[in-house]
């Protein structure tokens, strides 16, 4: 339990941490959805290969345009972009830090997506069955050209009555699953190399400007943070002398009505929170001015006295 | 229970998490409530389509609406919207704003009812069975049916046991077809929704940044505001409680000194204290006297009633006194020196 508070704690304390584990989480979301999602081939042949692409592209997608979604950085990024300069100049560089920071963690998801499709084989079958060439496999070999495209069609289709018996079925079924798992490892292939190259040389490139830009977009993001909680403080205070305010008003106003009052009467602690409402007639006064005439957006008068 | 605890403690801490956190929920339970449904297509012709179309759309409409009930700014901004002007102006892009925010966390759990519904295509299956291209994908040597007959066949298409057109069009093919469409839909609303939500976050800051705070500080003040006027209100009711009620005894205690003529008994001082914190009710009869009164005739809301003799607060209406009152510790100090 320890352990688990100070994990959460760390990630809170750093923006930088909960973005990773914001991405993190659509990461595993992600293959979890792959996971529930029931896969079903149309096995006809034009649909098949809109189907098939259409599950390896469309949710990587949704996947990268909620990682964007998700993430504050892009928030403040366009912020700072789009901000008048009034005082401050705007520096380049940290807009393009934070591009580049926003879009790496959101392409994260994406990728897991299409690696995961392509390692699985299903998608590629369903594409690109009826595109292979059916002279290399026995069974199809001597069919005509338009009942061959049908049939090609069906192959992602293991409980269809025409394939349920037939043995070139598991050939091309075979056949386009390793060319879809030879593609994924490549893909992961090239971009863990990839990854490997920009971390390990950037440092050789301009590493003075990196660490200003990367200290400076912090530094951007935090103030936003500051500013709305000091905003939320400040219109906590507001409301609190408001109130006050109100009270206080009601006070002199009933104490203008019952002017005949003894000054010295003796006031228990209790009534003095009172503030001089003391019956059902002044509360509902009260109340009803609430509502009817809310007092202005102004304490300065307060502030003064 | 402890990590519950802390994320919960996590969530309330910032309002607006809070009301993530209760979105996040609601489309949890949507998706668990749609696992949780027993789907039964009637497999007749007309009923079909009504009941597809139905729990496809009748659903996120009752989702929507919770998504309002349950969020309490519902209230604050009808209440805003509805106050007269008074002292205070009103700020219609306060209002906007407030509504937005609550409109787009109330759309979330319907979103996810018909994405789930969509992916899944139990629904589509149901109310388009009857619109399956039997020429393109059935059979095309078999004897031709009339309209009615097609359809009653082709409304059996989700219901497996009892489906007897396999010479028509075999089930498995109309079945896969029409969940190919129904996903496909479902992926395009996805990707609709999950623009249109990106777009709206993101071309804010280009526009109209310097009106979004604004709105945004004044709705976070209306929320402030109201709550520490509930919680001062609730502060004031106590302090009035405690001293009606600090009376109520008071007036009993002046009452059993009238009627009983009690002496005052050299108390001990040290138990003083607590003979004073019994307010003169010492025995079982007195108290239920005490009770039985509260019950009947509670006293009227007005702290400083005029103070006739004998008078205990309990029979006197609320109308401010014309002369002052004499304070009533006077008169029950009188008393109980007789």
Redesign the interface.
Known sequence: MDRFRMIFQYFQSNSESVMNGICGLLALASVKMYNSFDFSCPCLPQYNMAYGLGIMFVPPIVLFLCGLILNRQSLVMLEEWRRPQGCRKKDLAVIRYMFSSIMQRAMVAPIIWIIVTLLDGKCLICAFSDSVDPGKFAGFANTSLVQVHQLLAKVPCKDDELMRNNTARKAVSRYLRCWSQALGWSILLILIIAAFLARWLRPCFNQATLMQARHWSNYIDIEQKIFEETCCEHSRLFAHKCILHFFESMQQEIKLHSSSLPKERERAEEEDLLQGITDQEKVNKLLRTWYYEKPPLDVSKVTQR | M??FR?IFQ?LQSNQESFMNGICGIMALASAQMYSAFDFNCPCLPHYNLAYGLGILLVPPLILFLLGFVLNNNVSMLAEEWR??Q???GKDPAVLRYMFCSMAQRAMIAPVVWVSVTL???KCIICAFCTSVPVQT?GNASHPSLSQREMERVLARIPCREIYDGQELI?N??AT??L??IS??LG??F??LM??L??LV??LR??FT?AAFLKSR?WS??ID??RK??DE??T??AR??A??CI?QFFEGMSTDLAATHCHQPREAPTDAEEAARKLLGITDQGTMNMALKSWHRCKP?????PPALPGSNGWAGA?Q?PT??PV?R?EIAAYYSRV
Do not use: N
Request: net charge positive.
């Open positions: 402890d990590k802390m996590f106050r007269p008074g002292q205070r992916l899944d295509g994908l075999t498995e093919v896969r077809y969940r190919c996903q496909a992926w395009c996805v990707l999950t623009t939500a990106f976050r993101s800051p280009c940044q500080y976070h003040y402030i505001e520490l006027f001062t209100c502060e004031h302090s009035f405690k001293v600090q009227p809301l007005h702290l400083h609320g401010a002369h002052p304070p510790r």
